[in-house]
């Protein structure tokens, strides 16, 4: 169980620094400063593995790896495998937003320098491919391969690799070798900067909650890899997909399309592949947030050929024995269960008898159209509340675009007359009994729409918002220290 305390949540991509996007570098270090001085204990981010067409986290081509736009040029100097002449053209004024595709288009070559410069010999990456090679080997390969087939999906490509013939993959691998030695030396960089990171975190008090999505990508190293353990065919192809069923919201229902899990075979291995992901993530991470977790208790199936999710179906999923399983392998492990959307009392069950903490967003706790658990007088201490989410508006925004009646049932609950919401809803969270308040930046900034993270229903220009740099003041720190010390967190 989390302790009484409180957090930021802030994407690891928003941070500001002249690189184009955030990285692990000096301003991911200030940034554990600020939240250290501003009492707090945790930082929320968004997964942290490599993105590829929409630009969102939560779509990966690993559920092992991690992006590479993320590691610190700086660093990679003060290491000697970089000059700053050669960052020079890389270097620029912090953009507001993230360019993906400038990124795309130009970092590689930047890295590809320092990757020469790490000799293949080098202990320390020896020691870490070889402690990493359950997934890194496959990883590596298909990253290698998805450039030889100009970046399609791995279902395009020839059979004699999309099959995995072995002959064929030991050609591929030869073939491939620099490139695939690329891609295995980026992720050591990576992980190099993310440890001495979360050592810095460490030392000044601060844990970082990590998050993973429950599906891995139709379009990842991990379902080319074992196809066996997904809902596939003879031919390696998808049978079903995720997603979510027809609403009030949405009258075709959600079609994620994520490959579903054929949870009989991972039950036959005792979830190895889970509790080996989950090991992973522990690792990496002091607290995981499991995205859509109400899908180990049932989840809903579409046919892979179908355009809307109308014809879907639910379907049980592995329930209190994988959770066993997770007990067994990781006693103790602190992992928070989002439980949004669409909950049954056989969803609840099963988060009791997991012992995880489930979510509380009180964006939600005001919609006059629907009953919730919500308000705070409603939580449980065994809970993580949050103003918004990475999916949710600002609630800022909220204010200005939610329903009058919404926005009044706010105030009058909250006692927030003449002052902007945010600030009730902020008090409120930290007030309420849950364990844990994660405050998402933009709300302590009392940031409007413009920096949102994401909305769901939109297939492109999210993921994108930067922290001004100047934004973490003092004051804004005495602030939040202030409150945190009020509420007991």
Not at 285 to 292: E, G
Not at 380 to 389: E, K
Not at 446 to 466: D, F, H, I
Request: proline share 7%.
């Amino acid at each position: 169980m989390l302790k009484r305390a409180s957090g930021i949540l802030l994407p690891v991509s928003s941070l500001p620094g002249p690189w184009g996007i955030g990285t692990l570098g000096k301003e991911a270090r200030q940034f554990v400063d600020f939240l250290a001085a501003a009492g707090q204990t945790y930082w929320q981010i968004l997964p942290v593995g490599p993105t590829g067409y929409g630009d969102s986290p939560y779509q990966s081509f690993s559920a092992f790896a991690a992006n590479p736009y993320f590691i610190d040029p700086d660093t990679l100097i003060a290491r000697g495998l970089l000059t700053e002449e050669e960052t020079r053209a890389d270097r620029g004024e912090n953009p507001a937003r993230v360019d993906y595709g400038a990124l795309y288009a130009h970092r590689h070559a930047l890295l590809q320098k320092a990757a020469d410069r790490l000799p293949a010999g080098d202990a320390g990456f020896t020691h870490w491919k070889e402690k990493q090679s359950d997934w890194l080997e496959d990883y590596s390969l298909f990253m290698a391969l998805k450039e030889e087939n100009d970046q399609q999906s791995w279902t395009c490509w020839p059979d004699e690799v999309r099959l995995r013939r072995p002959d064929a993959l030991e050609r591929a691998r030869k073939r491939l070798a620099g490139r695939v030695d690329y891609w295995r030396k980026i992720q050591y960089l990576f992980y190099c900067q993310w440890a001495a990171l979360l050592e810095y975190a460490h030392g000044k008090g601060v844990q970082i909650i990590g998050d993973i999505p429950i599906y891995v990508s139709p379009d990842s190293s991990d379902i080319w890899a074992a196809p066996e353990l997904f809902q596939t065919d003879g031919d390696r192809r998808l049978t079903r997909v995720a997603g979510c069923p027809p609403d009030a919201f949405a009258a075709d229902g959600q079609l994620w399309g994520n490959p579903l899990y054929d949870w009989p075979r991972h039950k036959a291995t005792g979830y190895a592949w889970w509790r080996r992901r989950l090991r992973h993530a522990l690792t990496i991470y002091d607290v995981v947030r499991i995205d859509h977790f109400r899908g180990f208790e049932s989840y809903y199936s579409i046919p892979a050929r179908d355009t809307t999710a109308q014809n879907g179906s639910w379907q049980p999923g592995p329930g209190m024995d994988f959770i066993g399983a997770i007990h067994a392998e990781m006693p103790g492990a602190q992992i928070i269960a989002e439980d949004l959307g669409y909950l049954t009392p056989q969803v609840k069950e099963l988060l009791e008898g997991s012992g995880y903490p489930g979510m509380k967003v009180l964006q939600f706790a005001f919609d006059r159209r629907e009953a919730g658990d919500y308000l705070p007088h409603n939580y449980l201490h065994n809970s993580v509340v949050y103003t918004g989410t990475h999916d949710n508006t600002t609630t800022a925004a909220w204010e200005t675009d939610a329903h009058p009646e919404d926005v009044a049932r706010a105030r009058a609950y909250l006692h927030a007359e003449g002052e902007p919401l945010v600030e009730g809803f902020i008090r409120a969270a930290m007030a309420s009994v849950s364990a844990t308040a994660i405050i998402p930046m933009q709300d302590w900034l009392g940031l409007g729409a413009e920096t949102r993270m994401n909305v769901p229903s939109r297939p492109w220009g999210n993921w994108q918002w930067r922290l001004e740099p100047g934004a973490l003041t003092p004051a804004l720190a005495q602030r939040i220290a202030a409150l945190t010390e009020l509420y007991g967190r």
